[in-house]
């Protein structure tokens, strides 16, 4: 890609998260994003800068006026400034989230982390646990952490789920069966 194809393309960005921010100021501008989403597209799109052919795509949201903007490419996510804990977040969305979940004791064995993070109360579950977890039951946590930081999942639970977890079990007794006939 040549200089000038870069350079009209990083404008196009900027004007794009200009027009949706809180700031006029570029350099601010940049920081009120965090990403929400990451995934990879089979068929490749374009990027809000221009740029064809991005495979790794994410979507960010602003803090102030929680405007979404995506596709967002991977290399143009380098011009966003991240405090560290975003960092901490893109580097884990980077590593973990098409990775295969590999503990062979689980229902989730070789699926991918972002589809076993769908399945809140495993998380949960895990999260539990006193005993010692594996590597990758940890892993899993973190990156399941990072993306829900921002994008919580929704629980939803009977009221007698509730009062059973109060007593120690995971569910009511008609919720562990119908997951057990999924």
């Known amino acids: 890609m040549t200089e000038t194809k870069k350079q009209n393309n990083y404008m196009q960005l900027m004007n794009c998260i200009l027009e949706y921010s809180k700031s006029s100021i570029t350099e601010i501008a940049i920081t009120e994003w965090y ?21 790794y795509v994410y979507t960010i949201k602003n803090f102030y006026n929680n405007n979404e903007l995506f596709p967002i490419g991977s290399e143009c996510m380098n011009y966003f400034t991240f405090d560290e804990e975003e960092k901490k977040i893109l580097k884990i969305y980077q590593k973990w989230h098409l990775k295969l979940y590999n503990n062979s004791n689980s229902t989730h064995y070789k699926k991918p982390f972002n589809e076993v993070i769908k399945d809140v109360s495993y998380i949960y579950s ?33 009221k007698k789920c509730i009062e059973q977890r109060i007593k120690g079990y995971n569910k009511c007794y008609n919720c562990y069966i119908k997951s057990k006939e999924k």
């Open 35 to 55: 990403i929400i989403k990451h995934y990879v597209d089979e068929e490749t799109t374009t990027c809000l800068c221009g740029k064809e052919g991005c495979k």
């Open 126 to 158: 895990l999260q539990k646990k006193i005993i010692y977890l594996s590597m990758e039951d940890q892993r899993l946590v973190e990156y399941a952490n990072a993306v829900w930081k921002h994008n919580p999942p929704i629980i939803e639970e009977c």
